[in-house]
């Protein structure tokens, strides 16, 4: 089936280490997107990627790195210039360039990361 | 600026009665709408989106969804409520005009919880 994949599922980290969450579609998607989920702040978005190679920063993304080296992968690294990274993190893919269209997004399930 | 507003944070209602689910928006031209579902600890689950057309606009699980113009809403809606609905509803909007570069905004969410 086609879909998206996140790993891990859940995921402690101690403060001062870097963690990476993986992002894997299968759907020939071009476009993927990282969010952020907090309780009461809805979705905010912390990098996108249109192409293979290329990225944006979205509204939030100040202590994370994104790679797309691969048009399945966009991992997401939260690193320890994060300051509050306990949060659930969304993965998202849309055919095209999406961002100017009436497509849909596709998510993850999500992985869950908890700052200890 | 765009910008989308869920004024509930919960909306309970009993099995079988009809549900409302409000949403707001504000674009500067016109707006692609969406509304999205989220079960606990799983990624977001398109339901429906209003792109141009009529009004109604019927999606998934029995959900509909109006858009006014003149409100600037989007209520999503459903006839005869079941416990299984109990989700976090999200809306989301995009203005067509805003290129490609433009971004898909959330609103907070809302709990919808439907008693037995």
């Known amino acids: 089936d086609g879909g998206i994949t996140q790993s891990p599922k859940y995921l402690f980290r101690k403060e001062g280490q870097n963690v990476t969450l993986s992002c894997e579609q299968n759907l020939n998607h071009d476009a993927m997107y990282w969010y952020r989920q907090d309780p009461g702040q809805g979705l905010r978005l912390i990098y996108y990627?249109?192409?293979?190679?290329?990225?944006q920063k979205g509204d939030i993304a100040e202590g994370y790195s994104v790679s797309r080296e691969k048009k399945e992968s966009f991992p997401l690294t939260v690193t320890s210039a994060q300051k509050n990274p306990t949060a659930f993190y969304l993965c998202?893919?849309?055919?095209?360039?999406?961002?100017?269209?009436?497509?849909?997004?596709?998510f993850g399930a999500g992985s869950r990361l908890t700052v200890l | 600026a765009q910008s989308v507003a869920q004024p509930e944070d919960q909306v309970n209602v009993a099995e079988g009665n009809p549900l409302t689910v409000k949403c707001t928006y504000s674009v500067s031209g016109n707006p692609y709408l969406f509304w999205y579902v989220q079960y606990p600890n799983r990624g977001l689950q398109f339901l429906l989106k209003y792109i141009t057309g009529d009004n109604l606009v019927k999606g998934s699980y029995g959900f509909e969804a109006e858009f006014n113009k003149s409100q600037t809403s989007f209520h999503l809606k459903k006839p005869s409520a079941l416990v299984s609905d109990s989700a976090l509803y999200f809306c989301a909007v995009r203005d067509i005009y805003g290129g490609a570069t433009n971004k898909l905004i959330f609103g907070t969410g809302t709990l919808l919880a439907v008693q037995p």
């Open positions: 998202a893919s849309i055919s095209g360039t999406g961002l100017s269209g009436a497509n849909v997004l596709t």
């Open positions: 990627s249109q192409i293979v190679n290329d990225f």
